[in-house]
């Protein structure tokens, strides 16, 4: 079967890649940029886009010298001119200015901003056929068939960063796609694996944000404290591979040394391993079809000794349900899930919402919501709005 990702690389690309980063400020993109000093002679920044630490943006533009940096909070733009004045680079600021930076003509984009604010970006990249390297799971959980269907047509190429999907592109046959059985996601467990319902009531955003094994930003370390994380990671890897919901299998796994699995219908079991470093998922992308150097730690599988595993807890991880229920019930479902987990996310690390209400909130929005599918990627936006709403008048009944 034809790949669903998109077609092979873009003719006529330099030898030194062009590259745009959506959301270099974030763990992500920093970590994209880390890969790209290394490799000077490979790479090129030409876009950076942050949404509200200037100063780092400025520190990297500085560093990398793009053609264009963009603040999407608008009013840092000052700050931002008067930061690179007198280096040439391009400066902007604001939503419009974030889709013209994903516009610019660049060989590859690193998708990395948090949340749906970088599905129209991520879209505008994937139009003009860049190879995408998708980061933002969110993307896909609220508009997977319009983002692949806009791949495909800009004839550019999507490649999974998140270390899960990673593992599975790098393991699963598309060529022989009818001999998968089923696809294995692996899940750390998250920071309270081992915590009861009762002793999740008090948790804090600190301990909430204090991942055990992979460093990453505020959202997604929440999401994997709550298990929402594996959740959308099922949704997206929905998407993105030729399997249908029940082919998709979830299983803890603590050590986080094995990123997932692909089950083929011989007996065998195929896996990616590594360290929990995202430098090797992100240099997959950014280097392919090559694979490139880099400097995460190398497994040593004689001092790590025993790797585990156990079958998820739905009942203490509700979140895990919900989602699967969502993926489901399809149609408007997952879009709501998503935008009813970020607005819970927020307020819950801001100090207005505990932890065990996250889940509730989602699961209300969604027997609340009436949304209806939707039949064009202009509907994802509203739908989004409104399921935002919804989840905002939940979290004020509470
Ligand atoms: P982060 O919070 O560290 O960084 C997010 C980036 O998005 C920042 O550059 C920020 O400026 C930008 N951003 C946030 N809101 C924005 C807005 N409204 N408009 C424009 N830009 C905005 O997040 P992260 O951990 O780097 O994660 C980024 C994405 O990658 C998420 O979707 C996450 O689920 C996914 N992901 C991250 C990791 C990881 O190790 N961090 C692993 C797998 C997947
Ligand atoms: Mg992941």
Known sequence: ????????????????????????????????????????????????TGHVNVDLLIAQARAFRPKLAVIAAEEKYAT??????????????GASALADAAA???????????????????????????????????CLVCAGD??????????????????????????????????????ILTASGGPFRSLDRDQMIHVTPAQAVAHPNWDMGAKI?????????????????YYLFPVTEDQIEILVHPQSVVHSMVAYLDGSVLAQMGTP??????????????????????LDFAAIGNLTFEAPDMTRFPALRIAREALRAGGAAPIVLNAANE???????????KFLEIARVVEDALSRSNESAPVCIEDVAGIDATARRLAVDIIAAV
């Open 221 to 237: 370390s929440v999401d994997s404290a709550t298990m929402m994380n594996k959740g959308l990671e099922l949704i997206e890897a």
């Open 146 to 183: 319009f983002l692949i269907s806009e791949v495909e047509k800009g004839g550019g190429r999507l490649i999974p960063v998140d270390s899960e999907h990673n593992a599975i592109f790098q393991v699963f046959d598309f060529a022989e796609d009818q001999s998968v059985e089923k696809l």
């Open 277 to 298: 470093d995202m430098r090797t998922p992100i240099s997959f992308a950014l280097g392919w079809p090559k694979r490139m150097p880099t400097p995460s730690r190398r």
């Open 1 to 48: 079967m034809e790949m669903k990702l998109g077609r092979p690389m873009p003719s006529g690309e330099s030898k030194t890649r062009s590259v745009t980063i959506l959301g270099s400020t974030g763990s992500v993109g920093r970590n994209t940029l880390d890969l790209i000093e290394r490799s000077p002679d490979s790479f090129h920044v030409d876009v950076l």
């Open 343 to 353: 607005v819970a996310v927020a307020r819950f690390l801001s100090g207005g919402l």
């Open 80 to 93: 931002l001119k008067d930061g690179l004045a007198g280096t040439g680079v391009e400066v902007a600021a």
């Open 104 to 138: 610019c003509p660049t060989d590859f984009v690193m998708a990395a901003i948090v949340g749906i604010a970088g599905l129209e970006p991520t879209l505008t990249a994937a139009r003009r056929g860049a190879i995408v390297g998708l980061a933002n799971k969110e």
